[in-house]
């Protein structure tokens, strides 16, 4: 009887061409088809199935840019979901859910800024006060943290904006405080950041 397991080798894959499917063992499958152009497009397949349904489908990656061990070791992980009673699909579909809501709760402060200036330029008396808000913020507090993400911003970022123009513009100050406590807290009510305002406070009498 033949091996079961890692019955392909690198070079096999390597110099497949043959469209078709190709078992390496524990479920793991190389499948070939043809391009456009006639030229092989090389995929991972992990095939399984769990407490007597229908066989599923999972992909592992395209050859070469996931290699024949790695495409063992995804495998292997999906395996151990597998034995705990986890579907693997549908634990790598709630995986990239997470993490993309994840990412769109990391927004940067530019980006905060500019959602927050889109939705209140409409209530604002004239299109020169909103041109004004993103001219503040690009000049004072873009260059100290407008691309981190706004859960990252601290007192000491904010400081680090305000403490240059405190004694020489007061007025300016007082306004871009005001204008990062506003981007803020709309950050915060949407679900951005957590915690308190950094910028909630008052520049003192100078």
């Known amino acids: 009887m033949g091996r079961q397991i890692n019955r392909l080798t690198a070079l096999r894959v390597e110099k497949q061409r043959n469209p078709g499917l190709y078992p390496d063992g524990n479920g793991v499958y190389l499948q070939v ?3 456009a152009d006639g030229s092989p497009r090389k995929s991972w397949l992990f095939r399984f199935r769990m407490q007597g349904r229908r066989e599923r ?3 592992l990656g395209a050859f070469p840019a996931v290699s024949l061990q790695e495409a063992r070791d995804k495998a292997s992980h999906a395996r151990r979901f597998c034995k705990d009673g986890i579907d693997p699909v549908e634990q790598r579909k709630a995986e990239r859910a997470k993490a993309k809501l994840a ?5 940067t402060f530019n980006q905060c800024a500019k959602a927050y200036i ?3 330029r409409a209530g604002w008396r004239n299109v020169k006060h909103a041109a004004q808000w993103t001219s503040t913020l690009e000049t004072y507090a873009s260059p100290i943290f407008g691309t981190l993400p706004a859960p990252a911003i601290d007192t000491t970022l904010v400081l680090k904006v305000l403490e240059p123009i405190w004694n020489t513009k007061p007025e300016t100050a007082s306004r871009v405080r005001g ?19 950094p910028a909630r406070w008052r520049i003192p009498a100078t």
């Open 118 to 120: 889109t939705a209140h």
């Open 103 to 107: 990412d769109a709760r990391s927004l």
């Open 33 to 35: 088809t043809l391009g």
């Open 179 to 197: 204008r990062i406590e506003a981007v803020l807290d709309w950050a915060k009510a949407r679900g951005y950041r957590n915690g308190e305002n």
């Open 57 to 59: 489908k999972m992909g």
